[in-house]
């Protein structure tokens, strides 16, 4: 009942930019923190960005400055603009979102999850 889907991962070259999407629907997620979350190949998940309710955001140092997370609550829909990127950025991204209003940046705080895009940077 409950989807989230993900779109717009492809294969971009360093410097190069993407935007990614998601969008949910079952129920709406207006009130909770929702985030992205990446994945790369023989690696752990690892936090990218969380917005909060109200859109306060937050990032992991190692996309701060590149990357923007942004949402917009009557589309029930997610974004996260990616710039500058590097080949260390390749990995699955995942969306999520919540169990709770506020700034959350481990997985365990989020009960909802896409299925993944691949973004993928040439060197």
């Known amino acids: 009942q409950v989807q989230l889907v993900e779109s717009g991962g492809g294969l971009v070259q360093t410097g190069g930019s993407l935007r990614l999407s998601c969008a949910a629907s079952?129920?709406?997620?207006?009130?909770?923190?929702m985030g992205w979350f990446r994945q790369a190949p023989g690696k752990e998940r690892e936090f990218v960005a969380t917005i909060n309710w109200s859109g306060g955001t937050y990032y992991a140092d190692s996309v701060k400055g590149r990357f923007t997370i942004s949402r917009d609550n009557a589309a029930n829909t997610m974004y996260l603009q990616m710039n500058s990127l590097k080949p260390e950025d390749t990995a699955v991204y995942y969306c999520a979102a919540a169990s709770g209003p506020g700034i959350a940046t481990l997985s365990g705080q989020y009960l909802y999850w896409g299925q993944g895009t691949q973004v993928t940077v040439s060197s």
């Open positions: 079952g129920r709406s997620f207006s009130y909770t923190a």
